[in-house]
T-cell receptor, first 115, second 115 residues
Framework: DAGVIQSPRHEVTEMGQEVTLRCKPI?????LFWYRQTMMRGLELLIY????????DSGMPEDRFSAKMPNASFSTLKIQPSEPRDSAVYFC?????????????FGPGTRLLVL | AQSVSQHNHHVILSEAASLELGCNYS??????LFWYVQYPGQHLQLLLK??????LVKGIKGFEAEFIKSKFSFNLRKPSVQWSDTAEYFC?????????????FGTGTRLLVSP
């Protein structure tokens, strides 16, 4: 299995632009998670899905952030409009079954820089 | 809300030194506990996990962690570190009050092992 796939690996954009991050979970996994990693706040859970349905989006910082999972093999995290403080590494992870009972597998991350 | 504390943000050791990284969590009920590692430029990988049974858990690469329920702790240890252990280490907790559906991560500990 190729593992969790994320694209792009790096993104540089200007403030105000729309940014779309993509994730393909491991085939068969029914949970998908989006995390943001910054020096100041560490690793924060933004949102997670179970069977393509958003379960908890309480970690999404504000309305500029949105996430979708149109099918079991694809998810997007969109920032519109982007701001410099959104600069971070965004990780996608997936698991089979309950997150606490099963291992989460992380993708390589997307390093986002908003100028 | 549950929280995870990693008190050592940066640790510098020489090769062959012993390692212990602290992790404390706030939830008093049933918990599942994890240590993840992030090597430079790579994504998070599971190091070890505890669900139940023997509180001393063995992981990959010679790491182990001990769950001490009375202290709400899950410290990571390695008797003799190597230069290749240079990485960031994250403790994570999943609690029954979330239905075991998501992990809460600590802010991480950066370990630098000098040759």
């Amino acid at each position: 299995d190729a593992g969790v796939i994320q694209s792009p690996r790096h993104e540089v954009t200007e403030m105000g632009q729309e940014v779309t991050l993509r994730c393909k979970p491991i085939s068969g996994h029914d949970y998908l998670f989006w995390y943001r990693q910054t020096m100041m706040r560490g690793l924060e859970l933004l949102i997670y899905f179970n069977n393509n349905v958003p379960i908890d989006d309480s970690g999404m910082p504000e309305d500029r952030f949105s996430a979708k999972m149109p099918n079991a093999s694809f998810s997007t995290l969109k920032i519109q409009p982007s701001e410099p403080r959104d600069s971070a590494v965004y990780f996608c992870a997936s698991s089979l079954g309950l997150a606490g009972a099963e291992t989460q597998y992380f993708g390589p991350g997307t390093r986002l820089l908003v100028l | 809300a549950q929280s995870v504390s990693q008190h050592n943000h940066h640790v510098i050791l020489s090769e062959a030194a012993s390692l212990e990284l602290g992790c404390n969590y706030s939830y008093g009920g049933t918990v599942n506990l994890f240590w993840y590692v992030q090597y430079p430029g790579q994504h998070l990988q599971l190091l070890l996990k505890y669900f139940s049974g023997d509180p001393l858990v063995k992981g990959i690469k010679g790491f182990e962690a001990e769950f001490i329920k009375s202290k709400f702790s899950f410290n990571l240890r390695k008797p003799s570190v190597q230069w290749s252990d240079t990485a960031e280490y994250f403790c994570a907790v999943n609690a029954g009050n979330t239905g075991f559906q998501k992990l809460v991560f600590g802010t991480g500990t950066r370990l630098l092992v000098s040759p």
